[in-house]
């Protein structure tokens, strides 16, 4: 009688895992939230933004995603604030396998970033070209381009965690004098180090 219950049990937890991972590859789409900390290295700050990710995954390798994040911090130092805050959007793709209940991949998503105008005037130095914070002080939207790795966990069929970290470019507006004291004609590039965690459901 034994025997019979322990082959039964056996039976119905491998009935069980082959149920959930064929739930887990029929799930194409995820939808989920996310807490993100960027560090600039041309401001030399820390912002904290929340924000939503929706993805397509119309293979088990390859997925497609959108995302869009808020910082509602205000941007540059206490009374010479020259950003109210910034919205992200990012759309691209990640490659990786599934692995049992974990997914490493590598993603690539350009997109764009939105300074919101200066919440109060600053003062700015009369040269050519002007301090970055003075170009952005009026708003600006910049090309972004999100490049990095990360993992997503399934500890259900239906439901992931993620983790992610990479280099997001931003591609700021010129003339211009970064942060640096060298002085851009044209626009430039500058790194930011990105990460991210969010959860969310399949479907």
């Given at each position: 009688m034994s025997r019979v219950t322990v082959t039964f049990t056996i039976a119905f937890v491998l009935l069980s895992w082959e149920r959930a991972a064929a739930q887990r590859d029929d799930s194409r789409f995820e939808a989920g939230g996310q807490?993100?900390?960027?560090?600039?290295?041309?401001?030399?700050?820390?912002?904290?933004?929340?924000?939503?990710?929706?993805?397509?995954?119309?293979?088990?390798?390859?997925?497609?995603?959108?995302?869009?994040?808020?910082?509602p911090e205000d941007l540059g130092i206490a009374d010479a604030e020259f950003s109210g805050g910034s919205v992200e959007g990012?759309?691209?793709?990640?490659?990786?396998?599934?692995?049992?209940?974990?997914?490493?991949?590598?993603?690539?998503?350009?997109?764009?970033?939105?300074?919101?105008?200066?919440?109060?005037?600053i003062p700015c130095i009369l040269i050519f070209p002007p301090p970055l914070s003075c170009t952005l002080a009026a708003g600006a939207t910049d090309f972004a381009l999100d490049?990095?790795?990360?993992?997503?966990?399934?500890?259900?069929?239906?439901?992931?965690v993620r983790l992610d970290a990479s280099d997001r470019m931003l591609r700021y507006p010129g003339p211009a004098l970064s942060s640096d004291g060298v002085a851009h004609e044209d626009a430039f590039f500058s790194n930011d180090f990105r990460f991210a965690i969010g959860a969310g459901e399949r479907f």
């Open positions: 807490l993100t900390f960027v560090t600039s290295s041309e401001f030399d700050t820390t912002d904290a933004g929340f924000g939503a990710r929706f993805s397509w995954n119309p293979s088990a390798v390859i997925g497609a995603e959108a995302e869009i994040t808020f910082y990012l759309f691209g793709v990640t490659v990786g396998p599934v692995i049992g209940r974990v997914r490493p991949f590598g993603k690539v998503r350009p997109g764009f970033v939105v300074f919101q105008e200066a919440p109060n005037p490049i990095g790795a990360g993992l997503e966990l399934f500890p259900t069929a239906r439901m992931f």
